[in-house]
């Protein structure tokens, strides 16, 4: 078990006896270990993650992290609890789901194995497409929003920061994704078919977030009619002005259904934008989807439709080469910045102790009128950081 120590976090609040990082845990389902199906219930809104995070009080935690995309729900927390089952508890509370639901579906990390992971996942390396460049700002952004609620002290802190610095490490300095792929680029290569067929074709990009924004950029120079679609019109035309594209709502994309080709969905919803009895009473030509949404936008039974073809991203990814070149010297970085966080670590859990060592030299030496021997007292320290790394 780690010393403990008074802190300060990133927003000047106070974290009493924050343990150092062998108290780590982490929890997380993610696309290796649960279907579609299973990930597409782990989304909720931002004020419900404030509530669950601001007061846990049935856990007690001292830093706490969401990591949540459409691959991947995580958390990564310090407590002075390491009760697996109290977590997933929680979890599925927030959710309004059964613990046993998730249990099967669900891998739990401690200590430096924890840490390892995040490296990992910033570097790319536990991506469906190995290298890819966005979970490094969704790290970011769930370290900011941890930041802002007030769930992270210095350790939690130092992890995020060397997770961040990893995946910068290892883009830059090896070729992990070589090939550039991304989610863009898998769709836009499984589209091609579609687009030759359909010349002049009209496609509409459903969101308007990074996903949809990369679309509408490789698309701007086909020659296609672009349609953005978006709840917000504002958000629409802001994006639909950068391709020359059109901007609609979300209604006008309902109602102009038969006269759009391609469907890509890049947008999050608590309900399916499309579903099959609406699809199947609208005077549809062939509709090629891609839904990209998690949770699902498009309800699955759409693919059953005869003119519809449905893909998703599972069906884009599953193919691909799970040990790419390169992968050995990612492992190299991760290593080393791991190495470099335990001894932070360490070097954290002995510094009360060498504190006290320290205050308590020097007031022996005042009471005794002798100078302090600092040789004798560097080797205490070193003894302390020994027994503290061990």
Known sequence: MGCTVQLQADNGSTYMS???????????ITHQSAPLAIRELLHTDQDIWHEFMTAPNHLEPTSLLVLSTCDRFEIYALSSRESLNDWLAAIARVFGLS???????TRSLTGDHAARHLLRVTAGMESRIIGEPHILSQLRQAFDQAKKIGTVGAT??????SAIHTGKRVRKET???????????????????TLHRLQNSRIAIVGTGTLASGFVAALKDEPTRLVVVSDSLDRAQTLASTANALAWTREEFLNQLPAIDIVVMCTTCSSYILDTTMLASAALGDLSIWDLSSPRAVEPSVGHLYSV????????????PDRPQGQRDCEDIVQQELSRLIDWSNHRRAAPKISRLIKTTRHQASQDGQVIDTRRLHHQIMRLKQEAAA
């Open 309 to 320: 073809c449905l893909t998703h991203l599972d069906d884009l990814v599953q193919n691909l």
């Open 175 to 193: 070729d992990i994704n070589g090939h550039r792929q991304s989610i863009v680029s898998l769709t836009l290569q499984d589209m091609q078919r």
């Open 156 to 161: 939690l802190s130092a992890l995020c920061r």
């Open 99 to 105: 613990p046993s639901c998730l249990a099967p579906y």
């Open 18 to 28: 924050e343990p150092t990082i062998d108290r780590l845990l982490y929890l997380g």
